[in-house]
């Protein structure tokens, strides 16, 4: 009898044991499934970079979400001190059926590389919305505010993800030709400064016409302009008419 009961007290304890190693296995198949990536310099490029911070070098790939998706990441951004001069009802998410002559489309998307820097997994801002929640918003909210941006890389498959190592946000706008600034109209340096990047983005375009970045920088910068002609200098307005015919 006491050799059944050492028996059976040798099994209950190897049981034990048993069920803590298949937890312990579970436990690190779920954290190796986990992936951490690295966010480049600067960590957000685009026409909204001026705009927002991302908080955080290190951000990891949760593999399990709840509603069928997967692939996740989450980042937090902040809002920096840079006016942002347009209205906030005019915002609308770019993709889909786009924007109008009266609102201003915003796009945010990703760049993720390996460890040589080469691009392999890209989403385009314009392609629409690869993120949870409208972070665009925050384009209106005071200096320092913080919001959460989440996006899902499952368009990635699992050979394409264990490459990645870094990756980026990129932003767009895309402003329609009848959206007024916010801004208080002056003459001087702030339109010779437009004026500028509206040439160079004209020059840039003549260099690789094929290029879509380049071509909606002319397309912004121009409607811009041309709807605030009438804060400009004589001088200005000249200009912008001579640019004006290298396009048409």
Known sequence: MRNLKVTAILLVVCMSLGLVSCGGEKSSKEENDKKVITLTEPGISGDLSEYFEIVGTEFEIQPYQAMNIDKIIEITIKRTDVEFPYPED????????????????????????????????????EWGNFYFGMPHELLHAESGRFGKLKFSVSNANDETLSKIVSFKITTKLKIGRDVKTNKKGSSGANWDTTLNDFEKAINSLYKDISNADNLNAVENLQSQLEYNRDKLTDKQVARLDRLIKRID
């Open 90 to 125: 005019v915002l609308t998410s770019l993709g889909g059926s786009g924007s109008s002559y009266d609102e201003i489309g915003v796009g945010f998307g990703y760049e993720m590389y390996d460890k040589d820097g080469i691009p392999l997994n890209i989403w385009e801002p």
